[in-house]
């Protein structure tokens, strides 16, 4: 079965401060793979998704980038914190082919001071 | 106008009855829907995903679409206490993206 991780759980970061959040899937080849952030109390909204190694999409023009440096791995970072980055970072996987529904991994609270 | 609309609720039932939520969406293309579940503090989880109009049943829970109108809805059968969560409404947008609502908090009393 498929697995997804996702760590920090939780980090605390003064706002400046470079930001590395890391998401791996296990059990699946070839996935999709999304960050979202949810701020507190809000929807979820997607950063960036990629269908493959190198391959990142934006969404929202903003201080964060994404990188996908092998299969199974995405790396959310940031150079320089705002107060505005703190939320809920959750990463997501699909099927590469198929269907669409995308199954959540447990997240990273991040809190920036 | 937003493209996914939920009532933010909070919905509150008294456990043993049927929580119906509902969702309207503004993309007449969209051919495949989603309800997911969070728990307070959680990511969320996937409950259902419905492609063709009508009902579709899962142990307590059904989701009903109706393409022509726009809108899909979640009813849970039974509401038990563990059942209060956030719901939230999805549906396939451009590409291999999800476009997901606000979200209905639900609320089943003892």
């Known amino acids: 079965s498929q697995t997804i991780h996702q760590w920090p759980a939780t980090l605390v970061q003064p706002v400046g401060s470079p930001l590395s959040l890391e998401c791996t899937v296990e059990?699946?080849?070839?996935?999709?793979l999304y960050w979202y952030r949810q701020a507190a109390g809000r929807g979820l909204q997607l950063l960036f998704y990629s269908v493959g190694i190198g391959q990142i999409s934006s969404e929202v023009p903003q201080n964060l980038s994404a990188s996908r440096p092998q299969d199974r791995q995405f790396i959310l970072s940031s150079k320089k914190l705002l107060l505005s980055d703190s939320g809920f970072y959750l990463c997501a996987w699909s099927a590469g082919t198929g269907g669409y529904e995308q199954y959540f991994g447990p997240g990273t609270r991040l809190t920036v001071t | 106008q937003k493209e996914v609309e939920q009532n933010s609720g909070p919905l509150s039932v008294p456990e043993g009855a049927i929580a119906s939520l509902n969702c309207t969406y503004s993309d007449r293309g969209s051919q495949s829907f989603f309800w997911y579940r969070q728990y307070s503090g959680k990511s969320p989880e996937l409950i259902m995903f419905?492609?063709?109009?009508g009902d579709k049943e899962d142990g307590r829970f059904t989701a009903q679409l109706n393409k022509a109108s726009q809108y899909v809805s979640l009813l849970i059968r039974d509401s038990q206490p563990s059942d209060s969560a956030t719901y939230l409404c999805?549906?396939?947008?451009?590409?291999?993206?999800?476009?997901f609502g606000g979200g209905t908090r639900v609320l089943v009393k003892p």
């Open positions: 059990g699946t080849s070839n996935p999709n």
């Open positions: 419905i492609y063709s109009n």
């Open positions: 999805a549906f396939k947008a451009a590409g291999n993206k999800l476009t």
